[in-house]
């Protein structure tokens, strides 16, 4: 299929929400439904974030700034997932209380505003993947766009590139609770020890990334590519300073590199 007919099949399926309320995390995903609802629907498109503990300032700064690229209207809204009964507790399931509360509030503006529907980034590639917060958005009729076009994520990245979206290569990101093992409480105290690591990455010049809460351990996931890199002795002697200075006893690098979801690899094992 060409990248035009793609294009084609996502906007029909977004023409026959009529109007909507897009879940805008500024991601590549939820990006291009954004972009695409509101050249397809102009002012009947609102894309609304929810900042709270677990969505970084530079995210929601991205946020702003894409949604002001595409020119569509945008709201914040004031969330606190740690709020969330049985959330901080980081249960398997953690993503269907946190997705559960997001839609929920969600479909409340849609009715007070008068949009038809509310829509999330979801597309085929997640359905193969453990993601509870799916169920969620099923259970409260949110509308996948994506997915309901049969894109998966190398299309996705295709079609942002062809409507000029600045963040079509922006690395996949997840929020800041998929950084600790499940059954470890989160708190603000910890989400503040891992969101200090990874600015720390980001500034040294590192994109695809992830640090992992182990208590006292930090496990540092990068692109294997990056592994050489962090081991010459300037860089390593730097990273291991700042991350004690940070609050880490020991700082380790997993040397299978970076993977999406790698906490949920104990759930697989347990099956």
């Not at 949009?115 to 999330?120: E, I, L, Q, R, S």
């Not at 499940?182 to 500034?203: H, Q």
């Not at 992992?212 to 692109?223: F, G, K, N």
Request: glycine share 8%; aromatic share 8%.
């Amino acid at each position: 299929m060409s990248t035009e007919e793609k294009l084609k099949r996502l906007r029909d399926t977004i023409k026959a929400l009529e109007s909507v309320v897009v879940a805008f995390s500024g991601g590549v995903d939820s990006s291009l439904v954004a972009k695409v609802s509101y050249d397809v629907l102009g002012n009947k498109t609102l894309a609304v974030t929810a900042r709270s503990e677990t969505y970084p300032e530079y995210e929601y700064e991205e946020a702003k700034k894409i949604a002001k690229e595409i020119g569509i209207p945008h709201m914040t809204l004031d969330t606190s997932e740690l709020g969330i009964e049985g959330f901080a507790q980081n249960p398997p399931n953690r993503c269907y209380f946190c997705k559960s509360e997001l839609f929920g509030k969600l479909k409340e503006v849609a009715r007070e505003k008068g949009y038809k529907h509310v829509a999330d980034g979801a597309n085929l590639d997640d359905v193969g993947e453990y993601r509870p917060g799916l169920d969620a958005a099923k259970e409260l009729g949110v509308r996948s766009p994506l997915k309901e076009s049969g894109l998966r994520k190398p299309d996705i990245r295709e079609l942002s590139k062809y409507l000029k979206l600045s963040n079509w290569d922006k690395p996949p990101y997840a929020c800041m609770s998929s950084r600790f093992p499940y059954g470890n409480s989160i708190t603000e105290e910890k989400l503040a020890i891992v969101a200090a690591a990874e600015n720390y990455l980001r500034s040294i010049g590192l994109r695809q990334f992830r640090v992992r809460h182990h208590d006292t351990i930090a496990r540092i996931e990068v692109m294997p590519g990056d592994i050489p890199e962090l081991l010459q002795n300037d860089k390593r002697r730097a990273l291991i300073r700042k991350f004690k200075e940070i609050g880490y006893k020991y700082v380790t690098i997993d040397m299978e590199g970076y993977r999406s979801g790698s906490m949920n690899e104990v759930l697989t094992q347990q099956k």
